[in-house]
């Protein structure tokens, strides 16, 4: 009987350290700041931070990000890639074409919280990544902008990242000549601004 015990021990054991190293997967649904718009894509933020990740085991990004993608079209294909994936933490980059293009804020909201819903469905965390679009919109429509992601992100109890573009947004050298996306140089700041927001969600799914 004391074998038996004994053995069953050291198999709960080594269960616990497979399940312990396998690696999160996360999932990043983002528009042309986290697809690489005009820069190399392997030098693009989500790539740095999936290496970054790789070297401690802690992660593997999925990066399903496209160039121009609405809140609407992140919904859309948001099913389809819960389903293939089934990810532990998703990071919800999305928002910023929807204010660039003046779409109904109440509609983006909704669309945000739609994904939020879904992704909390299957079990996985949510990371909200926080964006703000330029003052010529208008005072009313760029805060209102603004405050969306920091609202969902207390409704919901979920991580936020306060501001992707925190510490490039006012550097016209770290901006591209379109005066939207970031360049090859903001890449690793803006893995600054997401790695430690990333780094307590795992510790935390991690520690439960």
Known sequence: MTFVRIFCWLFLISIAQIAQ???AT???????LSAGYGINVDKGWVNLLRQEEAKSNSATLINASVSGETTSGGLSRLPALLKAHHPDIVILELGGNDGLRGQPLKMMQDNLQAMIDASKAIGAKIILVGMQIPTNYGPRYTRQFREIFPTLAEKNNIALVPFLLEGI??????????QIHPTEEAQPIMVNNVKPVL???LKESNSR
């Open 21 to 23: 190293a396998k690696p």
């Open 26 to 32: 996360v999932l990043v649904m983002g528009d042309s």
């Open 169 to 178: 947004a006012t550097h016209s050298e770290l901006i591209q000549n379109d």
């Open 199 to 201: 780094e307590k969600v």
